[in-house]
């Protein structure tokens, strides 16, 4: 951040908000934090973040992929310190973007942006092979990660979340499938629940 190298920077942002929420790509560019309160996204006093609504074909739409994916996700200690310090950040820098993640235009980052960042960064650890052509698209040509790069933070998030409904009675099906965002346990059963997680500290994969 002092540095001002804003790829790098945005890049931080948008690793730590995938990592902490398990966004979808379009929810991420719609987390708003604007003080209208109707639209607003971040509740640091409350420790939540609202899951409201999402950017699509160039536009914010007061709707999200279905009925169950409007959400509010709670903040822990690690994600408030992120978004403290990102706020701050954005006072100085993008005070006049309405969006977590500011882009150009008065807008939030596109996913093109988003896309080709984490892939660059992907590629810059040796996780991905990519070309990047002159207009900013990335190519890639190989990795061991499949798919949309954001996706893999959303299977993260629904497997550990799956996984500590044996260990935490405050979480059941209805509470788990709602800070995923599905209207339906059955479906973050049958997406998330069939991981594997591994336990580093015991060498042993937990199911």
Known sequence: MKAKDYNATNTFAIFCMLFFFGLRASELSGIRR??????SCVDLEGNLLHVRGSWRNGKYINKTKNRGSKRSIPIDEFAAKFLEIWLYFLMDHKPDNVYLLPGKNGG??????????IWKTYAKHGLADITIKRDGHVIVNSSPIKGFPTKIFRHRFGTHMIDAMNKNPLLDRNKVKHLIGHTKFSTSEDVYGNKIIEDNDKSSPIK
Not at 108 to 117: E, G, M, T, V
């Open 34 to 39: 604007d003080n209208h309160q109707t639209y």
């Open 108 to 117: 939030p980052l596109s996913y093109k942006y988003i896309h080709a960042q």
